[in-house]
């Protein structure tokens, strides 16, 4: 039972990061015609990195 629930909770995060339609923060990389965005979900971004948790965070202050 377990099993499969963590093999579907797996399954439903792939589906999270590939979804485009409920991303709320988009990256910009580049210049001019030599751009490149990103778009994210915001609160996978600030458990995977300790720079953008604390940059996202003091920027809604």
Same mark, same amino acid.
């Given at each position: 039972? +377990?099993?499969?629930? +963590?093999?579907? $909770? ?6 999270? $990061? ?19 965005? +990103? ?12 720079? $953008? ?9």
């Amino acid at each position: 039972m +377990f099993k499969q629930f +963590f093999t579907n $909770l797996s399954q439903n995060f792939v589906e999270i $990061l590939k979804d485009d339609n409920y991303y709320d923060i988009t990256i910009e990389v580049g210049n001019g015609s030599n751009v490149k965005i +990103f778009r994210a979900h915001k609160i996978i971004m600030c458990y995977r990195s300790p720079f $953008l948790r604390r940059t996202l965070s003091s920027n809604k202050k």
